[in-house]
């Protein structure tokens, strides 16, 4: 794929942002054609070879269908996930590297989930808030939104996602007896 001055692209762990440039350099001895992109919700410039931009995991910004997708599963119930913090960490962590969308949604969901029901671990909280802050830039870019609008639209839908649905009480056998009782005597 390839990428020009001026594409919102992301980059895995970093987030979205725009190439501000596509220049030929010298660096170690090779010359290359760099793209350099600026990351603004974390103030980061990143320099990468063009040819490996593939295997950096650089892609497109997600387009409005896929933005559909993706609100989808941030308003989807959990997924199984590991019990003990550190696999679940682990887990999450590789989730993350993929570079995946769904996978990032996925994660993003599933940690304020467990945020509200349970609680996370310190290193959870922090993956919590880099992962949400990668997803908010990629939907800043795609819904043309400022950042602060982006975090408030996911933390929005977040929110909702992860109120529990006000389940009806289970009927115990007292119940069901006097249940019984009331229409035998009817």
Do not use: C
Not at 137 to 145: G, H, K, Q, R, V
Request: net charge positive.
């Amino acid at each position: 794929m390839e990428f020009e001055k001026g594409d919102n692209v992301v980059y895995p762990h970093h987030g979205a942002g725009k190439v501000i440039k596509k220049e030929s350099r010298e660096m170690f001895g090779q010359r290359r054609v760099y793209l350099t992109i600026q990351i603004n919700h974390n103030d980061m410039t990143v320099m990468v070879p063009s040819e490996n931009a593939a295997i950096a995991g650089l892609r497109r910004v997600i387009d409005e269908k896929t933005v559909k997708k993706v609100l989808a599963v941030l308003r989807a119930g959990t997924s199984e996930m590991p019990k003990n913090w550190n696999r679940r960490y682990k887990h999450n962590r590789d989730k993350i590297k993929t570079g995946d969308i769904y996978e990032l949604s996925e994660v993003v969901r599933n940690l304020a989930i467990r945020e509200r029901e349970k609680g996370l671990s310190t290193g959870e909280k922090q993956m919590y808030t880099r992962t949400k802050k990668i997803l908010a830039s990629e939907l800043m870019y795609a819904l043309d939104m400022d950042e602060e609008q982006a975090e408030e639209h996911l933390d929005g839908i977040l929110a909702k996602s992860s109120e529990k649905p006000k389940s009806k009480p289970k009927a115990t056998k007292s119940s069901k007896s006097s249940a019984g009782k009331a229409k035998a005597k009817a």
